[in-house]
C-alpha cells in the first residue's frame, strides 16, 4: 500500500477547495479565532472554511447557524419565506416527497415527541418542494430528503431552504440530473484514487467487478442516510460545506482505503465485497479519515483524475462552477453590518410608502422624533384635546404614549 505524502502548507490557506488543518490549541482558542472572523468586514471565509475543516469541526449547532450560511454565502437577513400551502399543489414530485420523508423517522433525534417531529416532517416537505418549485430545472432524487433534515434540524426552516437552495445549484448540482449519468461520473472518481494509494486493493476490487455502487448512498446524502450518530453527520457536514463538491468521495476512498484488511481478506466475489463494503462501520475514526481526505485530494486533485478515460468525457456541472461559487464568498458583510444594512433600508422603505400614501407627516423616521420631549407635533396634539376634550381625554392620551410607540415600532 502506498503512503501518501503529508505536505506542509500555511495554515488557514486553501489548497485546490481543500482546507489545510491546524494544529489542535483547544476548542476556546478555535472559538475565538471563530468569532474574530465572523466580525472581520469582510467576513475571513478562509479561517471558517479552517475551522469547519480541522479537529472537532465547528464545535456546536450555536456556531453552525453562524458559519454555515456564510460558508454558502447566505445573508441571514435575507431569507426566503415560509412557503404556502400552494407549493404543494400540482407538484409532479410530491408523493414520492411525501413517501420519502414519512420514511425518515431514524433521522429525527430520539426521543423527540412524535409531535414535534411531525411538524418537522410537514416542514421538511414544504422545504424540498420549494427549492424545486424555485428552480424547475433540477430533479428530485431519494436521498436529497436526508441532506434537507440535517439542515432543518440544524438552523430551522427559512435557513434550510436558503442553503437547500445554494447547494442544490452548486455541491448537489451533479445528483439533480435527469438521469444518474452525472452521478455515476463523480462516482467514477473512486477507483482512479485507489489506483494511486494501493494498487492491489484497487485490482482486487476490479476482480471482484465490485464497481462504485455501494458508495452510492454515502455520496448522495453526505452520509447522512448511512450513519447512525448525528453529530457525525454534522461533523462531515462541516467539513463538506467547507470543501470541494467532490470532497464526499475523497473521503470514501479514505473509508475503503481503511477497510483495506477487511477487504482483502473477503472472498473475491461481487455480491460479497459489496455485501462488505455497502455496511459503513459506525465507529470510524472521522478525525483521521477527514484529514486522509484532505491529504488525498491535495496530492491528486479531480483535475489530476480527470486525465483518465472514463473522467474525461463528461463535465462536471459542480466542479465546473465551484471555483465562480468559491469567489462568489470571499467579500461578504458581518451580521452586525448586514443587520444594520437591513433596519436603515426597511426605514427607507417605510418612508417612502408615507410619502407615497401622504401620511409622511404623521410617521416620522424613527420613533425618537415622534415621541422625544422635543417633538412639537405631539405636544401640542396633547394641549388641544385638554383644551377642547377635557382632563378625560388626557388620561387617553397619556396611555396611548404608553403603548403607542411599541406599535410604531412594529412598522419600521
Known amino acids: 500500500m502506498k503512503r501518501f505524502k503529508r505536505k506542509k502548507h500555511k495554515v488557514g490557506v486553501e489548497v485546490n477547495g481543500s482546507v489545510t488543518r491546524e494544529p489542535d490549541c483547544g476548542k476556546k482558542q478555535k472559538l475565538v479565532e471563530i468569532h474574530q472572523a465572523l466580525n472581520s468586514d469582510p467576513v475571513d471565509i478562509e479561517t471558517l472554511r479552517q475551522a469547519a475543516a480541522s479537529k472537532g469541526g465547528l464545535l456546536t449547532d450555536e456556531l453552525r447557524r453562524k458559519v454555515w450560511p456564510k460558508l454558502l454565502n447566505i445573508n441571514v437577513y435575507d431569507l426566503p419565506y415560509k412557503p404556502g400551502r400552494d407549493v404543494r399543489e400540482n407538484h409532479k414530485d410530491y408523493n414520492q416527497v411525501v413517501l ?16 414535534e417531529r411531525a411538524v418537522l416532517q410537514e416542514q421538511l416537505i414544504d422545504i424540498i418542494l420549494e427549492v424545486l418549485k424555485c428552480n424547475p430545472q433540477l430533479h428530485y432524487y431519494q436521498g436529497y430528503h436526508d441532506v434537507a433534515v440535517t439542515l432543518l434540524l440544524v438552523v430551522g426552516e427559512r435557513m434550510a431552504i436558503a442553503m437547500l ?33 494501493d494498487k492491489e486493493l484497487h485490482d482486487f476490487m476490479i476482480r471482484a467487478e465490485v464497481g462504485t455502487i455501494f458508495a452510492l448512498s454515502w455520496l448522495i446524502t453526505w452520509y447522512g442516510h448511512v450513519l447512525s450518530e448525528f453529530k457525525h453527520t454534522l461533523r462531515l457536514y462541516d467539513f463538506f460545506l467547507a470543501s470541494h463538491p467532490v470532497m464526499p468521495i475523497y473521503l470514501t476512498a479514505t473509508i475503503v482505503l481503511h477497510r483495506e484488511k477487511e477487504v482483502k481478506q473477503t472472498e473475491c466475489d461481487m455480491a460479497m465485497v459489496h455485501h462488505l463494503l455497502s455496511r459503513i462501520p459506525q465507529d470510524l475514526p472521522y478525525e483521521l479519515l477527514i484529514g486522509q ?40 458583510r458581518p451580521d452586525s453590518v448586514l443587520q444594520r444594512l437591513t433596519k436603515t433600508q426597511g426605514s427607507t422603505s417605510s418612508r417612502q410608502a408615507a410619502r407615497h400614501s401622504g401620511l409622511e407627516a404623521a410617521l416620522p423616521w424613527d420613533r425618537g422624533q415622534l415621541w422625544g420631549k422635543g417633538n412639537r407635533m405631539v405636544k401640542m396634539a396633547v394641549w388641544g384635546l385638554s383644551a377642547t376634550l377635557g382632563a378625560a381625554v388626557i388620561v387617553v392620551a397619556q396611555t396611548a404614549m404608553d403603548w403607542g410607540p411599541e406599535v410604531l415600532l412594529q412598522l419600521f
Open 293 to 332: 481526505a484532505q491529504d488525498l485530494f491535495n496530492q491528486y486533485p479531480p483535475s489530476f483524475l480527470a486525465k483518465w478515460a472514463a473522467l474525461h468525457s463528461r463535465k462536471s456541472q459542480s466542479i465546473s462552477t465551484f471555483k465562480t461559487f468559491q469567489l462568489s464568498t470571499l467579500h461578504q
Open 165 to 197: 437552495h445554494t447547494l442544490s445549484k452548486y455541491h448537489l448540482r451533479d445528483f439533480m440530473d435527469p438521469t444518474m449519468d452525472s452521478t455515476k461520473h463523480i462516482l467514477n472518481y473512486l477507483m482512479p484514487l485507489l489506483d494511486q494509494v
Open 100 to 115: 420519502d420523508v414519512r420514511r425518515s423517522m431514524k433521522r429525527f433525534p430520539k426521543g423527540m415527541p412524535a409531535t
